[in-house]
């Protein structure tokens, strides 16, 4: 799975949301405490309001902050509002793909795939990555003998 720099960034300006929750955050303190530029930024913020996810106060004293709970707060539902869904294949969603002959069971994997995407990244909340308690399941995941090394 490639998370693109608009994913990697909204996930990490909700964290920071996260961690000032309930209070406001300018767009610049995020940029600055993320190192990210801040016109990114707001387009990504921008995103993330129109799914609901933060809400946006104006004036001198405004800012960004969730519009829920972090714990409320899932890091699929983040990475839908800016690059949409988890997985696809060819630009379909799994479900949607039809094969013939030896690949006629693919689309079974390529549900099963999102399938255990969502596992992760809708069963985790940003309160939890603040925490670092994350659920047991995805700290099994991260304990296995190669999950931190590349392929």
């Known amino acids: 799975m490639q998370i693109s720099a ?6 990490r300006a909700a964290l920071s949301l996260a961690t000032a929750y309930p209070s406001l955050l300018s767009t610049q303190a995020i940029a600055t405490e993320q ?19 933060v809400r946006a106060q104006r004036g001198a004293e405004g800012g960004y902050t969730l519009a829920r709970p972090p ?4 890091v699929g539902a983040i990475l839908r509002a800016v690059e949409g869904p988890l997985a696809g294949v060819r630009g379909l969603r ?14 079974r ?27 047991a399941h995805v700290r099994r995941l991260t304990a296995l003998p190669d999950a931190w090394e590349p392929r």
Do not use: C, H
Request: aromatic share 6%; net charge negative; hydrophobic share 45%.
């Open 109 to 135: 994997l390529w549900v099963a795939v999102r399938a255990a995407v969502r596992q992760v990244l809708d069963e985790v909340s940003l309160a939890e990555i603040i925490s670092g308690r994350l659920p």
């Open 71 to 74: 714990r409320e707060v899932t």
């Open 6 to 11: 608009r994913g990697d960034y909204a996930v």
């Open 94 to 107: 799994p479900e949607q793909t039809r094969y013939e002959g030896a690949a006629e069971n693919l689309p």
């Open 35 to 53: 190192d990210m530029p801040r016109k990114f930024l707001e387009a990504v913020l921008a995103d993330l309001r129109r799914a609901g996810i």
